[in-house]
């Protein structure tokens, strides 16, 4: 666990709560020290602030599938793609489409 990177980046967000790279950064971080709710929870919180985060629905479907929570990852993914479509945003919408097909084979 990288705790320093944690604590830089809790103290970038009590600087700035709203900054939205910083939450997505902790939930990466928290994610990958193996603290998987809290991560959600960052990521959840996040895309209620500012729907249009498409990276977010990303890493929030692949932690809703290591939960083994497959059809909130399924709905995570297809929110995903509907943001992405409407942002015309062809490479976050074909990262997202191969995780659900992933997810449904």
Known sequence: MNSS?????KKFLLEDPSDKFSSYALALEYAESGNVAEAMVLLEQLLKRDEHYLAAYYQLGKLFEQKKEFIQASSTYLKG????????????????????????S
């Open 5 to 9: 990177r944690i604590d830089e980046l």
């Open 81 to 104: 793609l509907e943001i992405a479509r409407i942002k015309n945003n062809q490479k976050t919408y074909n990262e997202l489409k191969s995780a659900l097909d992933m997810l449904e």
